[in-house]
């Protein structure tokens, strides 16, 4: 007999109770629960009015929520560019610092303003990146380069550093949009750019 399964499988007699059902004991308390809820609950009041402390925390603690934090009034903190960000940044920290933000509140407020700016750094590098895809013309080395190595993740100065032959061999075969055929690939491995 194995341990933890002592019932052959198939044996019907052997499944127990199924899962998420309650016991008696719990059916019979929620029973007596459902039945003297109403009553229960206009005694508990009445002492909590005549000064029963625990009871009375209870009651305030279901009719009034903990608070999640109240809007707070810090003034207008500018984001459209990178550098407001920054000095709306440092107003968090200074209005901080003078007690009139929670390091809570300046958290959330700080997260947004990052979240903000990563936006912005992102759509910046994007038109960057097509202005320079526009700007590169089909025999454009340097451009070409460039954005082949940013595409690979490695600095532009190897690929730079090749020679006039080199360059003249390897530039047809170079995409504007930073790609490069196999055989453009394979050449410079052999040059020794890519390891």
Not at 55 to 69: A, H, I, N, V
Request: glycine fraction near 8%; charge should be positive; proline fraction near 7%.
């Amino acid at each position: 007999m194995n341990r933890g399964r002592p019932f052959e499988p198939g044996n019907k007699f052997g499944r127990g109770r199924p899962p998420g059902s309650r016991n008696r004991k719990a059916q019979a308390l929620q029973k007596v629960l459902d039945e003297y809820t109403p009553a229960l609950l206009r005694k508990s009041l009445a002492m909590a009015l005549q000064g029963d402390v625990p009871l009375l925390k209870m009651f305030m603690d279901r009719r009034l929520p903990k608070s999640s934090g109240a809007p707070v009034r810090i003034g207008r903190l500018p984001s459209a560019t990178i550098e407001q960000i920054s000095q709306s940044q440092q107003n968090v920290v200074d209005q901080v610092a003078a007690w009139n933000l929670s390091p809570e509140q300046a958290v959330q407020i700080a997260s947004l303003l990052e979240t903000n700016r990563r936006t912005i750094e992102t759509q910046e590098l994007s038109r960057r990146r097509i202005e320079r895809l526009e700007g590169a013309s089909k025999n454009d080395f340097e451009s070409k380069a460039i954005v082949l190595a940013e595409n690979l993740g490695m600095a532009p100065e190897p690929i730079l550093a090749l020679s006039a032959e080199d360059r003249q061999r390897v530039t047809p075969l170079m995409g504007t949009d930073g790609t490069i055929t196999w055989e453009g690939f394979c050449y410079l491995r052999e040059l020794g750019i890519f390891p």
